[in-house]
């Protein structure tokens, strides 16, 4: 009866402290808010028509998810590329990763860069790790965003295999400002477009060449997604990664590129392979100051850059 009664009065005292306490010690039972069968956001879609989770704030719990993917023991490798002037961004991403980004769990960041020597020291916590590789330099940025798909696959067959369990690949001209955690984690994950969740599928600026094995009907497509961002099991990601550097090179060789590049053939790939969790646009936004009725929070944005300046000549 005491036993019982001390108990009730940690999961109350717990619950009215943070709302949600870890009985690791007592009992190994996890006390949070009871889910709600009938309540949620009804201002947004949480759910695909295929079944696959749209995540949104307010549709899941933190502390539950982190619970649950703490006890897997984790690591989530993340992929960025720094070539030319994108070196200034890595600071700013990776200080704001180590803030916000799987706060908890192991992450290994991969660097590539054609000049390691400009990459800024960054203090890594604990169980965080960055290995920089060094890249030839590519002066045409087509080349730069055609050698993505393929750097990505050989990263994953030669070193990541035994090493990582999920692997996101990000932009580096952006910045966190907001939890990006295990609630993202998924097979395969893509992230929706900051400018075109709320547009008809026929506006979408999917390549509409036939000629481009990145073409897609004005009648098809599920989202637009970010070319910023998509991540999953290393299997998938894999997957991913050979079959839009087989299209790119493909396009190459007929002189044919896509209107968005990799962002393209990515959506391309998410349409004929349907990923099994979206992120919501909270996980790519367009800039901190902007807003839009849905968005909540803000946890991952693009950093505004002045294109003639950073870019290498065409
Ligand atoms: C340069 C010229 C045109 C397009 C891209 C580049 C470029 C991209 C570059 O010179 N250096 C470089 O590291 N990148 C990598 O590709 C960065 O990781 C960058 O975040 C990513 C995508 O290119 P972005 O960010 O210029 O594309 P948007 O569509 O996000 O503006
Ligand atoms: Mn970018």
New binding site residues.
Partial sequence: MLARHSVLMVVVFGMVLSGLIYLNNIQCRLVYKQPDVLAGRTDVASVSPWSAPIIWEGNFDSALIDSIYKQHNLTIATT????????R?VKDFLESAEEHYFVGFRVHFYL??DQPESVPEVKMGENRTLTIQKVPV?NR?QD??MS?MEKLEKLIETELASKADYIFC?????KFYGRWGAETLGRLVGVIHPYLYNVPRNQFTYERRPASKAYIAAEEGDYYYA??AFGGSLEDVHHLTRTCREQLSIDAANSIEAV??E?SHLNKYFLLNKPSKLLSPEYMWRGISEQAAPIKIVRFT?VP?N?AE???NP
């Fill in positions: 960025v590329f720094a070539m030319g002037k994108y070196t961004f590539f860069t590519l940025w730069i965003s993505r990000l932009d580096v001209d952006t070319g910023a968005w590049q962002e693009n850059k294109y950073i870019r290498p």
